[in-house]
């Protein structure tokens, strides 16, 4: 992947005049540049815009660079996490008014479609994860949130609002789609396959429910001796080519109840496939770019249940809920911080982490 663009770093003419903010825009073929824009506007009487003070950089935005995410367009600004200040509403936002301080979903949702009634928050009729996807994102000084009043969470006064940046994607992405999904429970055995900022917010979330074991999989040992720390009872370096077996032996020729997959490729999800025990569960969490070989002459009578999602952030209030309450600490995945005109810096530690260490970036507007 190509991380530098034609960079644009000294102040353009227009810089700071009204109606013009800097964005880290996405220009097609692995290319970037932070770079002027015009401030976005409110265009529908539900939208709010957002001054943001806190962003950071996703694994899937360097899947939009790769040219992995087809609905991201060349011109589109990056980035659907952050926390900011609300700087104008639409005629029709009720929750919010400028000067709140607010937490943005990476999800929109309109609270009131067929999908948003089932709680489906991802495939809403209005929304879903369109922000720094399908229109432009909180990579920005300015974010225009539609919905407001469904897609933004309050700061309540005077709490410390960057550890909620943790909230915005990754800690209800590795909550909803791997342990919810992954039906883990009190004393069952648990294998995370990856161990990214995705596969360790699983990892956080996951001892909410007991599992006797949570086994973590990486290349990357630095990744694998924070997991470690993170509460994990086992770390399995796959470089060898031989995690299969090295799960097979922890778990006494059983495999895991729950496999989740948090990288994104083939190895990966059939890797799942052969470690999970009879009963068990696979659920999916990466973004997949390739077909995937589904060994079910290996799996058909294994009794197991296969699962895929896009995060519908539907947890956010409970996982809210127990950072207030100090049963989840997610400032531990912060390992760098940036000044927002520091950006493409930021995106070169943060793709290059097995050098860097980096796991989540702040970036500061
Ligand atoms: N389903 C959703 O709603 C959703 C939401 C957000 C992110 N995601 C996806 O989740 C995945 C993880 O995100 P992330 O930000 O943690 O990404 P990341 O790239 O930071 O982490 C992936 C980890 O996988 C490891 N890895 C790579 N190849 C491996 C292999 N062969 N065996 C074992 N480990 C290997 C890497 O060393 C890295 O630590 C990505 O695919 C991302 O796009 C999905
Ligand atoms: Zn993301
Ligand atoms: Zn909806």
């Keep these: 992947m190509t991380t530098s663009g034609p960079v644009l770093t000294a102040p353009s003419p227009l810089h700071g005049a009204a109606g013009t903010m800097k964005a880290l825009v996405y220009l097609g073929d692995g290319k970037k540049a932070f770079q002027d824009k015009p401030k976005p506007a409110v265009t529908a009487p539900t939208d709010a815009i957002v001054r943001i003070v806190k962003t950071t950089i996703c694994g899937t935005d360097l899947h939009i660079l790769k040219g992995d995410v087809p609905t991201a367009k060349p011109g589109r600004t990056l980035g659907h996490e952050g926390i900011g200040v609300v700087d104008e509403v639409g005629s029709a936002v009720t929750t919010y008014k400028k000067g709140d301080r607010v937490l943005v979903s990476c999800v929109t949702s309109c609270g009131a479609c067929v999908y948003c009634r089932k709680l489906m928050f991802s495939h809403c009729l209005d929304g879903g994860w369109i922000l720094g996807n399908a229109i432009d994102g909180t990579q920005a000084d300015f974010v225009r949130i539609p919905h407001a009043d469904t897609s933004l969470y309050p700061i309540l006064k005077g709490e410390d609002e960057e550890p909620l940046v943790m909230f915005s994607d990754i800690l209800p992405t590795g909550y909803e789609c791997g342990v919810l999904n992954g039906r883990i429970a009190p004393g069952s055995t648990v294998a995370i396959v990856g161990s990214g900022p995705i596969g360790l917010a699983a990892l956080l979330t996951a001892q909410f429910y007991s599992p ?11 990744r694998l001796d924070i997991a470690v720390r ?24 059983v495999g895991v109840d729950t496999a989740i997959e948090a ?16 009963g068990g569960h696979i659920a999916n969490i990466g973004v997949h770019g390739k077909p995937v070989t589904l060994h079910l ?4 009578d294994r009794n197991i249940g296969i699962t895929t999602r896009l995060v519908d952030t539907v947890s956010t209030p409970t996982l809210l809920k127990l950072k207030r309450a100090g049963k989840i600490f997610p400032e531990k995945l912060i390992t760098h911080h940036f000044k927002l005109t520091d950006i493409i810096s930021a995106y070169d530690t943060f793709a290059n982490a097995a050098t860097t260490g980096a796991l989540k970036v702040i970036l500061e507007a």
């Design 212 to 222: 006797a074991e949570i086994i973590m999989v990486d290349l990357d040992q630095k």
């Design 230 to 253: 993170f509460g994990a009872t086992k770390a399995v370096n796959s470089t060898d080519g031989k995690a299969k077996e090295a799960i097979l032996a922890l778990t006494d020729n």
């Design 263 to 278: 990288v994104g490729i083939p190895a990966t999800f059939e890797l799942c496939e052969q470690i999970v025990a009879p």
């Design 297 to 300: 002459e290996q799996l058909w």
